[in-house]
């Protein structure tokens, strides 16, 4: 079966770290991506994992173990407007679909 | 037109009644999906298309169907609409292999 898991909500301060994890089970493995959706809006990519390791892109790093089926997306230095819901994905091998996680609703507090 | 693009933006629909969502991409991306997203359940896949002239079910396919015939475009219709089918729905298209997925604006339909 197919099945991503991610917490529903998670609250921080603003110029805090914060870390939002992951982990996924998918039928075959083709990548770990990671979108950001501000609310009302359509979801925008953040960043893409497929090997293990961190991947770090400014103030957003991404990390992945293959082996675990885990992955998480760091924010550092976090900003007033980070506040919007972050989604896990993988990318499955046999239809090249992604599935996505229930989405994690992040509140950035002055 | 730049990206992808969904009309319409949003729609209020009687129960019953026929719609099409539409779909559009100028990217040339082979795969296009079509997702819809309710509170708490996150984006669910509807239906998928890996190529110009293929397509195929997702999680939640009933009630739903799709036709791709060319490369751009990849409509969603709902022939007899349910107030279960309230809900955003995301018009997607990625390249093959290891690319990221590009969404559409969405389109906020309430069926009544």
């Known amino acids: 079966g197919q099945n991503i898991d991610q917490p529903t909500e998670m609250t921080a301060t603003e110029g805090a770290i914060v870390q939002i994890n992951c982990t996924y089970q998918?039928?075959?493995?083709?990548?770990l991506f990671w979108y950001q959706q501000h609310a009302g809006e359509a979801p925008t990519f953040l960043s893409y994992n497929v090997l293990d390791g961190l991947e770090e892109k400014g103030r957003f790093s991404s990390f992945l173990s293959r082996s675990k089926g885990y992955s998480y997306l760091l924010l550092k230095e976090l900003q007033m407007k980070d506040s919007a819901s972050y989604l896990c994905?993988?990318?499955?091998?046999?239809?090249?679909?992604?599935?996505f996680g229930p989405g994690t609703r992040l509140s950035v507090l002055p | 037109i730049a990206g992808i693009t969904q009309a319409p933006t949003s729609q209020i629909l009687a129960a019953g009644r026929r719609m099409t969502l539409r779909c559009t991409q100028d990217?040339?991306?082979?795969?296009m999906y079509w997702y819809r997203q309710d509170l708490g359940l996150g984006l669910r896949l509807i239906h998928y298309?890996?190529?110009?002239?293929?397509?195929g079910k997702g999680e939640v396919p009933d009630g739903y169907s799709v036709s791709r015939a060319n490369t751009d475009d990849f409509p969603l219709t709902l022939a007899s609409a349910v107030p279960s089918q309230t809900s955003v729905y995301f018009c997607a298209s990625s390249d093959s292999g290891d690319t990221e997925a590009f969404f559409g604006q969405g389109t906020r339909l309430t069926v009544v």
């Open positions: 994905a993988a990318k499955d091998n046999y239809g090249q679909n992604f599935v």
């Open positions: 298309s890996n190529t110009a002239g293929t397509t």
């Open positions: 998918t039928s075959g493995f083709n990548g």
């Open positions: 990217m040339r991306h082979n795969a």
